[in-house]
């Protein structure tokens, strides 16, 4: 058998074809490639959180959530292509680092992107789409040889992401920045939808994706980039409202919201399977929400810090952080429904969602009385903590507390 030389070795490293559905990996780690990914959300998210701690009003929230949604669907894109069909070769990479130039010229336009800049985010934004629908593409045709029953599936999807990359490209035309905006609303919402239609019970949408400790993980890490939106928010408000011992108190409360969010997501879900099936498809849908919350407080917290002096929180202010710590609950009520664990633990699990849908609605109030800064804070602050003992008491009553979360077989 003659040995294959370097140059045909080279070549295989750089052109083999992606994994064909189904081939998962299950001692799969998340690779330093993925790692460097993620860094590029970082800029992309700064400027989005940047424009909406500028732009505190629900015209701006609504912006905010918009922008930060077509972010996150972009990851998701391409965190789950290489999830499931990337390799550790030049072709994945390739295609990782022409993602990552596309998202640092996207950073340029997005703390704009709801107005003057939207033009240029359209079009940078639509040729992510082609790139990634190119992706998912090669997939198909894969699947044409390996795995026909996967056919229909990725026909629909890649069929999807041409109508996509049209329709946001198309929108780089629009004169008006809210037509814009209202477009790009109806393509992210459609995407939610037809996504979530994988949760309705095994279907072929489901098949094909399996929960590994690598899935979890991935889910796990962006959660912690956009938990650094709270840091650089206190950062931020510090840096532009003094040091004195007022502010640095309301900005120390602050930083300890994101501590609660960091310590209840990872000890009621962080590193825990989804159950197997369309239960997947809820369970990372849901991140979106949690995600989105933790981003938007940090925004919140840079006008909180700067008006720590005043008597009151500006309204708009404190129902934005009221608001943000109210979603990232009610969300992780549908993440820990989601879970093996919420069967294995039920004892633990089953009465969260009274518990969490309770420290949504006080949250939301204290929003709603938008005391002193600082006050509005530490009510904040005892929310999470509550929610966190609470948790706590139930592991250690159940003996869970200090296991492992269960690993993927």
């Known amino acids: 058998m003659t040995a294959e030389t370097p140059k045909a070795q080279f070549k295989r490293w750089l052109t083999a074809p992606p994994r064909p559905h189904g081939a998962v990996l299950q001692d799969r780690t998340v690779s330093n490639l993925e790692l460097f990914y993620d860094l590029a959300y970082v800029a992309v998210i700064a400027q989005a959180s940047r424009h909406l701690a500028e732009h505190v009003s629900l015209e701006g929230f609504v912006g905010f959530v918009v922008i930060f949604t077509m972010l996150w669907f972009a990851w998701f894109n391409g965190s789950l292509y290489v999830e499931l069909h990337g390799r550790e070769d030049g072709r994945t990479r390739l295609l990782v680092f022409l993602q990552m130039g596309l998202l640092a010229l996207l950073a340029v336009f997005t ?50 992401m041409i109508v996509s990359t049209i329709v946001v490209g198309a929108t780089a035309t629009f004169s008006d920045a809210s037509s814009r905006l209202v477009v790009w609303a109806v393509f992210a919402a459609a995407w939610f939808a037809f996504m979530l239609l994988g949760s309705r019970g095994r279907s072929q949408q489901a098949e094909g994706i399996f929960a590994t400790d690598s899935l979890v993980e991935r889910f796990g890490l962006f959660t912690i980039i956009v938990l650094g939106e709270v840091v650089i928010g206190v950062v931020t408000g510090l840096s532009a409202a003094g040091a004195d011992a007022l502010t640095i108190a309301t900005g120390s409360f602050a930083l300890i919201i994101g501590f609660g969010f960091w310590w209840i997501y990872f000890d009621l879900v962080g590193r825990r399977l989804p159950r197997e099936g369309g239960t997947i498809w809820t369970w990372m849908l849901s991140h979106l929400p949690i995600q989105l919350s933790i981003v938007a407080a940090g925004a919140g917290v840079v006008n909180l810090i700067e008006h720590a002096h005043e008597q009151t929180t500006p309204p708009e202010t404190a129902l934005l952080l009221g608001g943000s710590v109210a979603l990232g609950l009610l969300a992780l009520i549908v993440t820990e429904r989601s879970l ?27 929003g709603w009385l938008a005391p002193a800064p600082w006050i509005l804070a530490a009510l904040l602050v005892a929310i999470l903590t509550a929610l966190w003992f609470f948790v706590v008491a139930r592991m250690i009553r159940a003996g869970a507390w200090g296991e492992q979360p269960a690993e993927a077989g």
């Open 111 to 160: 703390g704009e992107a709801a107005g003057a800049t939207g033009p240029q985010f359209a079009v940078v934004y639509a040729a992510f789409l082609a790139l990634m629908g190119a992706a998912w593409y090669s997939i198909r045709e894969l699947d044409r040889v390996e795995r026909p029953e996967f056919l229909r599936i990725t026909g629909f999807y890649v069929g999807g």
């Open 340 to 366: 093996e664990d919420a069967l294995r633990l039920e004892v633990v699990y089953r009465p969260l969602g009274a518990v969490l849908a309770s420290g949504a609605a006080i949250a939301l109030l204290a």
